[in-house]
């Protein structure tokens, strides 16, 4: 049997950076990964392997990183656990007992009940080198896509197939908007468009009736009569926590079916962590459990959990998870970060909303300027920041981190008033205009009890 | 005599942002602003009128701001400040009567004594339409030109004319390297490379012995003994506040002869408060006056004022400024915030340093990955963040003003390790490799009594 200190069972990114982590913060422990993939593909690169990648092979991450940081690393995969002797069993390798265990199991694609979904060119979005190698082949030969869903995967898988000169692609969403979770409707009208201008196909508000053909889909038949021929569906409908190898144990699972986690990423079982999609994540503003599922959420957690393994080390405030998300849309940079407009009402928060555009350079007659649009949302009485939303050039995937940590630093409407920015005419917009200070004032102005004297 | 409840002296930025947060907190005061410039410049934006901007006219704020804000603009010159009657007397208009008045009389650039400097063609970078369009047509015809200064202006405008064709530009600087107040050496000599790929001659470790020629300049010479040639000779040392207006008056001047503030930029005179480039600044880490001159720390002294002028309502944390940086040099962005290593080592600060160097997206295989590079400059005793400095693509430019903002915030070393951000392939490093992180990680390590148990 084999003996390792720290035992991380996963290699995606919450894996991955769990054992970096632990070894950057324990340098004497032994640390195992246990990986069931022969090949690792960057989970956020998967929408790229149709265009813009040149193939599934480069959307690997760096292979050298576990032994550079004396991290054993073992392909396998584990078919028990046993938390009583802290003892794991794989398939086709010796047991390993550990003394702290890291579950990093990650998360599958929902398959929802489609008539027809089991046909032969029906696809999911797996995080598996060779399926995506199949789908990448099918989708070189293919003139017709559907895409089942849109949210950000599916946008972005639309929106990298359709630069491939004659591939018709359609998304087919059944709620009012692409994108609905992440952005209110303004924001998210405005990624379709950018779509469209591309030539996708957008039919929203409509479900499916049956992915017609013999054996092989040959289109998918929707609830309103409407009918898209395809040669490729690929479903993209979400992601549920994977977690059937704790199901024997007496770990816990919370609402979701993810596994319960404390504020330090510990499992109910003592020794046992988990980190990533497989647990489960408690909402920043309101404690509630959400199904946020985020490489980069993934990776903070992993992080909390792999400093604080034997001892509670790096202290965390109990601040839950902010869902923070940018893309890419045909050269339209969209982010968001904290809770949309819609959401916050419907989580009965009282609001104010700023807005503010602005161009990017100043003055805007120089060349390469766009518009910035920026949307803020604040507790009304509180005037604290609740949520951003921005789209606009590439610069705007860190000014969303910045309002990122605006709301993690519970920012009111008024810190936005005296804060130090900086500022360039080729780089931002101009300091006396800068559209996350002008939007908060915009909100500012609508608050007359703080506001009339 | 006119009457007004508001009067700002000066359209520059500070004045311009004075006014319109007045107009925004005080709906049914009288607001005016005194300009002397017929045609205003945008300041940050003259490096750029020799190549990227088609003009000089193209340089120009928007005209209609004032109208637009019900704030009435006279174009004229103050010629006495009377501040016992509170009243200002004009070069060609009656007199105004104010309530509070708000200076933002800005700043001048620095002459130096050098042998030479009052010939024909060496010129100083005025905020002045008029020189300016005289300036760039010179600079259209001269096959030489000449730089003194290799502070951030100066190096903006060599680059800027380093993009006509059949014009040589050489720099010449005192320091050992260009940009020395803002940057640390590896990044001021990577500023410089891009320069010289320009085809930018750079000089530092210099002085200026003469420049020489007969009325017209025909070259500098240096007190190495290299010989220059130029037609054209700009001199960029720097800028000092103006300040003749209050000269007569009991308004008090700080150390550096700016106008003494205090937290609300109130003068020692009551109802008479002063903002940008003429105001005193404070370092927000040592409360030493600084001459930071940026216009984002003008743009915020100006908010700051324009909301405080009857009561002080928006309540500003004794924070001092923080001199926040951006520049763009054939490509690169270089940005900085805080303190240098080597100004935060000649304060007296005991610091520790990480650094980080990440590709801009993930996979590294996608088209135009650039490669980023961050250090980050921690007390080593309290772990608090005391400056950055970034170089990369153009998102680096906002990830300043997240850098920015935590520095205002007051993060500490472990802050960074629970720091939720948001990430995409196409837009930004991986969640895993997240350089402000993992450059966090890095200093952290090196913090012995921290890590050591």
């Known amino acids: 049997m084999k003996n390792t200190d720290v035992l991380v069972i996963g290699g995606g990114p919450s894996g991955a950076v769990a054992a970096m982590t632990a070894r950057k913060n324990y340098k004497n422990k032994s640390i195992t990964v246990v990986r069931k993939e022969q090949r690792p593909v960057v989970p956020c690169g998967i929408p790229y392997v149709f265009s813009r990648l040149e193939s599934v092979e480069s959307d690997a991450p760096t292979s050298t990183a576990y032994a550079d940081n004396n991290i054993d690393l073992v ?3 584990v078919t028990h656990l046993n938390t009583d002797d802290k003892i794991v069993s794989l398939q086709n390798s010796e047991e390993i007992q550990y003394d702290k265990l890291i579950l990093a199991l990650g998360s599958g694609p ?14 999911l979005i797996k995080k598996d080198f060779d399926y995506l190698i199949q789908l990448r082949e099918v989708v070189e030969k293919a003139q017709n896509v559907v895409v089942i ?3 950000f995967i599916g946008v972005e898988i639309a929106e990298d197939m359709s630069r491939r000169e004659n591939l018709n692609v359609s998304i087919v969403e059944k709620g009012d908007t692409c994108l609905a979770t992440m952005l209110d409707e ?15 196909n957008i039919v929203t508000g409509v479900s499916i009736e049956e992915i017609t053909g013999d054996g092989r889909a040959d289109g998918v038949k929707l609830d309103n009569g409407e009918f898209l021929p395809a040669d490729v569906v690929v479903m993209s409908i979400g992601a549920r ?16 079916g993810a596994i319960w986690v404390d504020e330090y990423m510990r499992t109910s079982i003592p020794d046992v962590l988990a980190v990533g999609d497989c647990a489960e994540t ?9 199904p946020v599922m985020l490489a980069s959420t993934a990776s903070a957690e992993a992080r909390v959990a792999g400093s604080n393994l034997f001892q509670l080390r790096v202290i965390r405030e109990n601040k839950g998870t902010l869902g923070s998300f940018s893309t890419s849309i045909n050269g339209l940079v969209i982010s968001a970060t904290g809770m949309t407009e819609s959401r916050a009402l419907s989580e009965g928060f009282d609001v104010v909303v700023g807005e503010a555009q602005a161009p990017n350079h100043h003055p805007g007659t120089l060349p390469n300027t ?12 509180s005037g604290t920041l609740l949520g951003a939303q921005m789209m606009g050039p590439e610069s705007i995937s860190e000014l969303d981190n910045m309002l990122a940590l605006a709301i993690q630093q519970e920012l009111t409407v008024f810190d936005f008033d005296t804060l130090q920015i900086s500022t360039h ?7 006396t205009n800068y559209p996350v200070i002008t939007a908060a004032q915009d909100a500012l102005s609508q608050m007359e009890h703080l506001t009339n004297k």
Do not use: C
Not at 186 to 200: I, N, P, S, T, Y
Not at 241 to 251: C, E, F, H, N, R
Not at 425 to 431: M, W
């Open 75 to 77: 392909i396998d995969e």
């Open 110 to 123: 929902v398959q929802i009940p489609i008539n027809g979904a089991d046909k032969e060119n029906v696809w």
């Open 149 to 151: 869903g849109g949210g």
């Open 186 to 200: 303004e924001f998210a009208l405005a990624a379709e468009d950018k779509l469209r201008e591309k030539g996708v």
């Open 241 to 256: 926590p994977s977690v059937d190898l704790v199901k024997d144990t007496d770990i816990h699972l919370g609402m979701y």
């Open 282 to 290: 408690r909402d920043f503003f309101t404690g509630k459990h959400v």
């Open 370 to 381: 766009q518009q910035i649009t920026i949307k803020l949302i604040f507790s009304r009485l």
């Open 425 to 431: 005419p080729l780089l931002t917009t101009a300091p």
